[in-house]
Nanobody
Framework: QVQLVESGGGLVQPGGSLRLSCAASGSGFSIYVMGWYRQAPGKQRERVAVITGGGSTNYADAVKGRFTISRDNAKNMVYLQMNSLKPEDTAVYYC???????WGQGTQVTVSS
Protein backbone atom coordinates (compact mmCIF):
# COMPACT_ATOMS: atom_id res chain seq x y z
CA GLN A 1 0.00 0.00 0.00
CA VAL A 2 1.43 3.33 -1.07
CA GLN A 3 0.81 6.38 1.08
CA LEU A 4 1.83 9.96 0.46
CA VAL A 5 1.63 12.31 3.44
CA GLU A 6 2.11 16.05 2.96
CA SER A 7 3.06 18.55 5.62
CA GLY A 8 4.28 22.12 5.90
CA GLY A 9 1.32 24.12 4.68
CA GLY A 10 -0.03 27.15 6.47
CA LEU A 11 -0.73 30.86 6.37
CA VAL A 12 2.00 33.15 5.09
CA GLN A 13 2.18 36.79 4.06
CA PRO A 14 2.85 37.78 0.45
CA GLY A 15 6.56 37.60 -0.26
CA GLY A 16 7.07 34.94 2.37
CA SER A 17 8.29 31.36 2.10
CA LEU A 18 7.08 27.88 2.95
CA ARG A 19 8.56 24.43 2.55
CA LEU A 20 6.25 21.53 1.85
CA SER A 21 7.28 17.97 2.56
CA CYS A 22 5.88 14.69 1.27
CA ALA A 23 6.69 11.38 2.94
CA ALA A 24 6.19 8.38 0.68
CA SER A 25 5.76 4.78 1.77
CA GLY A 26 6.36 1.74 -0.39
CA SER A 27 9.38 0.36 -2.17
CA GLY A 28 11.18 1.61 -5.24
CA PHE A 29 10.73 5.27 -4.45
CA SER A 30 13.92 6.35 -6.19
CA ILE A 31 12.74 5.26 -9.65
CA TYR A 32 9.41 7.11 -9.64
CA VAL A 33 8.60 10.52 -11.03
CA MET A 34 7.15 12.59 -8.20
CA GLY A 35 5.28 15.84 -8.40
CA TRP A 36 3.45 18.62 -6.64
CA TYR A 37 0.05 19.78 -7.84
CA ARG A 38 -2.31 22.41 -6.52
CA GLN A 39 -5.99 23.20 -6.65
CA ALA A 40 -7.46 26.58 -5.86
CA PRO A 41 -11.16 27.03 -5.05
CA GLY A 42 -13.27 26.84 -8.18
CA LYS A 43 -10.30 25.88 -10.36
CA GLN A 44 -8.95 22.66 -11.82
CA ARG A 45 -6.01 20.91 -10.26
CA GLU A 46 -2.79 21.98 -11.96
CA ARG A 47 0.73 20.65 -12.02
CA VAL A 48 3.24 22.81 -10.17
CA ALA A 49 6.50 20.87 -10.46
CA VAL A 50 7.80 17.37 -11.14
CA ILE A 51 11.08 15.62 -10.49
CA THR A 52 12.43 12.39 -11.91
CA GLY A 53 14.27 9.76 -9.93
CA GLY A 54 17.53 11.18 -11.25
CA GLY A 55 16.66 14.71 -10.20
CA SER A 56 15.56 16.31 -13.47
CA THR A 57 12.89 18.92 -12.84
CA ASN A 58 10.12 20.74 -14.65
CA TYR A 59 8.04 23.68 -13.43
CA ALA A 60 4.85 25.43 -14.33
CA ASP A 61 5.50 28.87 -15.80
CA ALA A 62 3.65 30.51 -12.91
CA VAL A 63 6.18 29.27 -10.34
CA LYS A 64 9.47 29.22 -12.29
CA GLY A 65 12.19 31.01 -10.40
CA ARG A 66 10.21 31.01 -7.15
CA PHE A 67 9.60 27.33 -6.34
CA THR A 68 12.11 24.50 -6.12
CA ILE A 69 11.26 20.81 -6.06
CA SER A 70 13.75 18.35 -4.60
CA ARG A 71 13.87 14.82 -3.27
CA ASP A 72 15.82 12.66 -0.87
CA ASN A 73 15.67 9.11 -2.16
CA ALA A 74 17.31 7.72 0.97
CA LYS A 75 14.44 9.09 3.08
CA ASN A 76 11.59 8.62 0.57
CA MET A 77 10.89 12.34 0.75
CA VAL A 78 9.91 15.02 -1.75
CA TYR A 79 10.03 18.73 -0.99
CA LEU A 80 8.70 21.93 -2.45
CA GLN A 81 10.46 25.11 -1.40
CA MET A 82 8.20 28.05 -2.15
CA ASN A 83 9.65 31.56 -2.08
CA SER A 84 8.24 34.96 -2.97
CA LEU A 85 4.74 33.66 -2.42
CA LYS A 86 1.81 35.49 -3.96
CA PRO A 87 -1.90 35.49 -3.08
CA GLU A 88 -2.55 33.56 -6.30
CA ASP A 89 -0.45 30.69 -4.91
CA THR A 90 -3.23 30.03 -2.39
CA ALA A 91 -4.44 26.47 -2.92
CA VAL A 92 -4.44 22.95 -1.57
CA TYR A 93 -1.12 21.39 -2.55
CA TYR A 94 -0.95 17.68 -3.33
CA CYS A 95 1.94 15.28 -3.59
CA UNK A 96 1.69 12.84 -6.49
CA UNK A 97 3.44 9.72 -7.67
CA UNK A 98 3.03 9.28 -11.41
CA UNK A 99 3.32 5.49 -11.55
CA UNK A 100 -0.21 4.25 -10.90
CA UNK A 101 -1.15 7.83 -9.97
CA UNK A 102 -1.12 7.97 -6.20
CA TRP A 103 -2.16 11.17 -4.40
CA GLY A 104 -1.64 12.53 -0.93
CA GLN A 105 -4.44 14.09 1.10
CA GLY A 106 -3.25 17.63 0.44
CA THR A 107 -2.04 20.52 2.56
CA GLN A 108 -3.52 24.01 2.55
CA VAL A 109 -1.33 26.96 1.62
CA THR A 110 -2.83 30.40 2.14
CA VAL A 111 -0.99 33.55 1.11
CA SER A 112 -2.62 36.61 2.61
CA SER A 113 -1.82 39.74 4.55
Amino acid sequence: QVQLVESGGGLVQPGGSLRLSCAASGSGFSIYVMGWYRQAPGKQRERVAVITGGGSTNYADAVKGRFTISRDNAKNMVYLQMNSLKPEDTAVYYCHREFYSYWGQGTQVTVSS
